[in-house]
């Protein structure tokens, strides 16, 4: 029984692992999450404050010594920011960060392994622990199956970018660590797709998805972390209390940090093994690429969400250009 004296923040840590999503590492320390996700827009976003100004010429620095030819001197600068902004989270965080592979790379599992590896070798040659680390891969057919390997190997992944069910199962078969199914990003399809300007939280299709989702692990058993992300408002966030985690932008872990009264949970193991409808599936490649033909928003918005990120890295590489 959660305490209605307490913040919705503060009970929603009682029931779910909130995660900040965000690389500004200075606001985490406001709002003490257990984890932090990174991902490039916002790393571009952060690199461009005053405050980072000394990670940025770091790593510039890192790269000039160690690349062979510009091109690998700029990939060994954005591998080694990425991985700064990471090291700096994890002294204000008691557990994780994510950091993610270019996503460049979301159709290339061989191009994936090998920067996974890059980003994991750059952690433990900083002190840090891989056992601190989540790898972030684009959930592609591609990106699943590196992310399989890497599980072997001690290296846990988060699965991005997120929105289809046919993501979910192979995600799950592949025993990767954790999901992050995008539940505003959803929305914003429906939204666009239906003509309207929104939906109740109880009725977003996000919300409907990442519930489906955790219903369907529950009940089958799968370990995969359910990482509800891509919020909108708050009431998407309430909505999945009780989720595995969250991971949520300052914005709304201050507006949630600031509001009173009892947040209802409406996730649990058990009610999700009674309300779960689905039954088992396994996927090959075959029924995993036409699930998602079949899937429109889930194709659309994967394919948006791979070209976004990789825009933002160029931007990035741009940014460190224009300072080395």
């Not at 510039?60 to 700096?88: N, P």
């Not at 995969?224 to 595995?244: H, P, Q, W, Y």
Request: aromatic share 8%; charged share 30%.
């Amino acid at each position: 029984m959660t305490d209605s004296s307490d913040n919705i923040l503060d009970q929603l840590k009682s029931m779910t692992t909130v995660v900040a999503d965000t690389g500004d590492f200075e606001s985490i320390q406001q709002y003490l999450p257990t984890d932090a996700t990174t991902n490039p827009s916002l790393i571009f976003a952060a690199a461009q404050m005053p405050a980072y100004e000394d990670l940025v010429r770091e790593a510039i620095t890192y790269g000039q010594d160690v690349g062979v030819g510009a091109a690998d001197k700029l990939t060994r600068t954005v591998d080694k920011l990425f991985v700064s902004f990471g090291k700096e989270i994890l002294d204000v965080v008691p557990r994780w960060v994510s950091t993610e592979v270019d996503a460049r790379l979301s159709y290339d599992t061989q191009g994936t392994l090998d920067k996974a590896r890059t980003l994991i070798a750059l952690y433990e040659e900083a002190g840090i622990s891989r056992d601190r680390i989540l790898i972030k891969i684009a959930s592609t057919w591609e990106g699943i199956k590196a992310a399989e390997e890497l599980e072997k190997e001690g290296i846990r992944c988060n699965l991005t970018l997120l929105f289809g069910f046919a993501q979910a199962i192979a995600c799950a078969e592949a025993n990767v660590t954790l999901i992050s199914p995008f539940v505003g990003r959803i929305m914003d399809w429906f939204k666009a797709h239906d003509g309207v300007d929104g939906f109740a939280a109880e009725d977003d299709p996000g919300v409907v998805s990442v519930k489906r989702i955790y219903r369907y692990y529950k009940k089958f058993e799968y370990k995969t972390i359910v990482m509800g992300a891509s919020f909108r408002n708050v009431g998407e966030v309430k909505e999945l209390a009780g989720c595995d985690a969250l991971t949520i932008g300052p914005k709304f872990l201050e507006e949630m940090m600031q509001e009173k009264g009892e947040l209802v949970r409406r996730l649990s193991l058990e009610g999700a093994q009674e309300m779960c409808d689905d039954e088992k599936v396994s996927l090959d490649e075959g029924a995993f690429r036409w699930m998602m033909n079949e899937d429109a928003m889930a194709t659309e918005k994967l394919a948006e969400g791979i070209r976004n990120f990789a825009a933002d890295t160029v931007k990035l590489e741009a940014l460190i250009q224009g300072r080395s």
